[in-house]
């Protein structure tokens, strides 16, 4: 039993990259829409069924931030002239019912958030916002501007209602 314990500690730590590569290609619950290679996300991010939609920019994450369940990260826009869909107006690029690129910009809104951050439920990040560090993003909220360090936001759209920093402290045996 001592043996197993002993093994299970020292295995733990080499193994962690295999495991969360492995993690990665064969358990990933998350949903990429366009080039992987845009999406940069910090170490020891926790990701459950978020969609990333890199369309229109890359989405850049720091370290130990949470995307919790049907949360939408969404670079994508769709440009419109005179009321109609850009593609159309144009006709470049009438065969393609998604848009190209006259109709769907493949750069210009990226989406960056910090390090420590949790995303809660349902939260759709729109393009070109800046989430800041520390951050709480409130259960179905829509997030279309820049929230700052340490704020918690909520609400379609997202505004400031509370400040991390004010929440309780961990106990008192751990230093921070
Ligand atoms: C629709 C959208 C593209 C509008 O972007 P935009 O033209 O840059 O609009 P703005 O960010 O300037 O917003 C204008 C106002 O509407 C508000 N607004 C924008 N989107 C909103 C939303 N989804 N819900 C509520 N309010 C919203 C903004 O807060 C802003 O309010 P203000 O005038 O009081 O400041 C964008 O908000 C959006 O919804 N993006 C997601 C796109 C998507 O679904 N992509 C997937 C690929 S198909």
């Known amino acids: 039993m001592k043996i197993f314990k002993m093994l299970k500690y020292r295995l733990r730590n080499p193994l962690r990259p295999l495991m969360r590569l492995f993690k990665f290609y064969f358990y990933d619950t998350s949903y990429i829409v366009g080039d992987r290679e845009k999406l940069h996300l910090g170490n020891r991010v926790a990701v459950a069924n978020t969609i990333f939609n890199l369309s229109s920019g890359s989405i850049y994450v720091g370290d130990y931030t949470i995307f919790s369940y049907n949360v939408m990260v969404l670079t994508g826009r769709h440009n419109f002239y005179n009321g109609m869909r850009a593609s159309l107006v144009t006709g470049v690029n009438s065969q393609s019912w998604g848009g190209g690129e006259e109709e769907v910009p493949p750069s210009g809104f990226d989406i960056h958030i910090g390090s420590s951050v949790w995303i809660a439920a349902g939260v759709i990040i729109t393009g070109g916002v800046k989430i800041g560090n520390g951050v709480i993003v409130a ?38």
């Open 139 to 176: 259960a179905n909220a829509v997030v279309t501007k820049d929230i700052p360090d340490y704020s918690i936001a909520a609400g379609v759209p997202a505004k400031i209602v509370g400040d991390t920093r004010t929440l309780c402290r961990p106990p008192s045996s751990v230093n921070v």
